[in-house]
């Protein structure tokens, strides 16, 4: 895993990643405290939005696209949460999923689950998405280095989106 992980870490430092936009959606706060500084490691002069649910993580995505979205694919929807409202009931990852590609969203996804393993992930999002939207798929508990892995399959090697050395 060590020779892998250099090689993956190799890739991602050949391209510093500056001035994009990452949305990371997860009602989960510990798991964005989590992933921020392993985007943040990897990433210079980036705007990184976090967003707890995906009805105000969508009016960010309406206003601008961003260069890569990082979502769960559930949520509690559980309004009591902070800066959630009753309205945050209702959008699953798979709605987001299926807006997305009504909208052709060009940009990259990361699927992150704890509930569905890959191929049930890739299953279930295809049917949500059909198969034009770029969307990768990486299930929880994770390690930095699959996170890593899971970045570079999303971004691919002609992606636009630089990595710092």
Not at 142 to 162: A, D, I
């Amino acid at each position: 895993m060590g020779r892998v992980f250099n090689e993956m870490k190799n890739e991602l430092t050949k391209k510093p990643l500056s001035n994009h936009r990452i949305v990371f959606i997860d009602d989960e706060e510990w798991l964005q405290q989590l992933v921020e500084p392993l985007i943040r490691k990897y990433f210079k002069e980036i705007t990184l939005l976090k967003f707890r649910n995906r009805n105000t993580a969508w009016q960010e995505l309406l206003r601008a696209d961003p260069d890569l979205l990082i979502t769960d694919l559930r949520n509690d929807n559980d309004p009591t949460l902070p800066g959630s409202t009753k309205e945050d009931l209702g959008m699953s990852g798979f709605d987001l999923l299926g807006l997305l590609a009504a909208r052709q969203a060009k940009y990259p996804v990361l699927v992150i689950s704890g509930s569905l393993s890959i191929s049930r992930m890739e299953g279930w999002a295809k049917k949500c998405a059909g198969p034009n939207l770029n969307v990768s798929y990486l299930t929880k508990p994770f390690t930095p280095e699959l996170f890593y892995q899971g970045l570079l399959k999303c971004l691919g090697p002609s992606s636009q989106m630089n990595f710092k050395a």
